[in-house]
């Protein structure tokens, strides 16, 4: 079974369909996989819903633990236990492209957080007490950024930043990189991006007295049902050439959140960037999902949260990413190599406190003096509660790499394909005037290159809300986006194969009963 498995990682690392066993549709199968995972010891980091604590309705002082123990929690100086949730059968959280599951250090990151600060108060900026695994508070973000090097394929830390959250940090980019002129203005954006980004987008044409109308771009999909809202490269690039002239910034999302579609980040970046375009990416859906070297790839900026594939916590603080070309930019207009070229200027931001050099904030001078690197775009103190929810995230990205998670990423998704292309021969629920039309549509692309750890599934109209309820009586937790589409993560760092397996019963269950609802 291991050669098995590693000859699936090699197959779906080219693009190909694995074939699995005429018994991989069984529980014992997906056991097997799971004994074979050399990642399978990560799950123990989480605190996984169960189908018990999935049901409460008010706090007891109990939570789940990572494989349905409890791990408890003191209360009046009592340890908890359980017993206001009998089920104590983990669900099936296929939901991490929303909120990640809650690594359990995250508690002691928090408690080393709070105990400097009742101990030694304001000096806890400037003071990392011995054995704590948190650096003092103005070094938690550089520490954060130190250790996300391999997440988002950055040269060194001064390259990352971590600030704020996502789309404040998107529109602080937008402030640097977005300077509209008269011949260059356009912003060339996906027709369908997270709802934010488009308030983001839209509104920052209007602040310069542009109109979305005449400004915005949208690369819209393939019109075909067929195509399932697939948007090719080719028709990215051909929309690039057409509007080149005129376009400012080139922004997309490294993942399609919709659809889960993974674009060719480095093709398109190339493309656009040699016809003079800035280029952003919101990889709020692909870091710590896929492979990323934005700095080989020439990125010019991009943005992320931290609470979905990094499992930060809800609202946690995000990130940011600014390549060292501009970096060495001063504010008195450039920089000016040995031959007399001048080859930097100054790229103005929107100023703060914690954007100066670390040794001129507490000078209290008026004069800005920006940090070298993607922390000259720091504006305020950072909460050091979300910091430390964000280095204890990161910690557990520590214990791998995410070469290696991505290897089992594209074997369980491409595991959870199998089993519902299995449904999908079998009939599952299918319905209409003669029986034809299924039950659903997966509308993620095949070829395992082109998506990370989803898959979107299109239901048929008006099954959205039966389907969905059954899946959560049956313990299965997943993202729901009226009004038709459900959105399945199997995520690498805590999911397993018998999940995949599990969730695919729900859900044939499911379909099978809103079936008969519906007739």
Not at 68 to 80: E, F
Not at 129 to 139: H, V
Not at 218 to 247: G, M, R, V
């Amino acid at each position: 079974m291991d050669s098995e498995y590693q000859s699936f990682i090699k197959t779906l690392r080219a693009g190909l369909k694995p074939k699995f066993a005429p018994d991989a549709n069984t529980i014992d199968y997906a056991r097997q996989l799971d004994a074979q995972d050399k990642l399978g010891f990560l799950r123990e980091n989480f605190n996984i819903p169960t189908k018990g604590s999935l049901k409460k309705k008010a706090l007891s002082g109990s939570i789940p633990g990572g494989n349905g123990a409890i791990s408890g929690a003191k209360q009046n100086g009592t340890l908890k236990t359980n017993g206001d949730t009998p089920d104590d059968t983990p669900a099936i959280y296929f939901v991490g492209n929303s909120l990640g599951a809650q690594p359990k250090c995250i508690r002691t990151y928090l408690d080393a957080q709070l105990e400097t600060w009742a101990s030694i108060g304001v000096n806890g900026h400037f003071t990392s007490l011995d054995n704590s695994p948190l650096a003092s508070w103005q070094d938690m973000a550089a520490d954060c950024a130190q250790k996300s090097l391999d997440l988002v394929g950055a040269a060194s830390a001064s390259e990352v930043v971590y600030m704020n959250t996502l789309t404040v940090n998107l529109h602080l980019m937008m402030a640097s990189f977005y300077r509209p002129t008269e011949k260059r203005h356009k912003i060339i954006a996906e027709w369908k991006p997270f709802p934010s980004d488009s308030y983001a987008i839209a509104s920052q044409i209007q602040w310069h007295g542009l109109s979305p109308s005449t400004s915005l771009i949208e690369i819209h999909p393939d019109p075909d049902p067929k195509a399932k809202l697939y948007i090719s490269t080719a028709q990215i690039l051909s929309l690039i050439n057409e509007h080149a002239d005129t376009t400012a910034l080139l922004l997309l999302p490294g993942i399609q959140y919709y659809t889960g579609q993974l674009f060719d980040i480095p093709l398109i970046t190339a493309h656009a960037r040699a016809r003079g375009i800035t280029v952003g990416w919101d990889l709020a859906h692909a870091v710590g999902n896929v492979e990323l070297a934005l700095h080989e790839w020439g990125v010019d900026f991009a943005v992320w949260c931290t609470y979905k594939y990094l499992n930060a916590g809800p609202g946690a603080i995000g990130g940011a990413f600014v390549h060292e070309r501009h970096h060495l930019n001063t504010p008195d207009g450039g920089t000016v190599a040995a031959d007399g070229e001048k080859t930097g200027y100054y790229r103005h931001r929107l100023a703060g406190w914690y954007g100066a050099e670390k040794e001129a904030r507490f000078e209290m001078d008026k004069v800005f003096r920006p940090a070298r690197g993607a922390q000259g775009w720091q504006v305020s103190n950072p909460s050091a509660v979300d910091l430390a929810s964000v280095r204890a995230a990161l910690s557990v990205f520590g214990q791998t790499g995410m070469g290696a998670l991505r290897d089992k990423a594209v074997v369980l998704t491409g595991y959870l394909e199998w089993l519902l292309d299995g449904l999908l021969k079998e009939g599952v629920g299918r319905g209409g005037e003669k029986g034809e039309e299924p039950a659903f549509r997966i509308i993620t692309p095949e070829n395992p290159l082109e998506r990370g750890s989803q898959l979107s599934l299109l239901l048929r109209g008006g099954m959205l809300e039966g389907v969905s309820g059954r899946l959560a009586e049956g313990g299965v937790v997943v993202d729901v986006r009226k009004p038709d589409v459900i959105r399945v993560a199997p995520v690498p760092m805590y999911c397993r194969f018998e999940d995949a397996w599990g969730f695919v019963e729900v859900f044939k269950k499911a379909l099978q009963e809103e079936r008969w609802t519906q007739e």
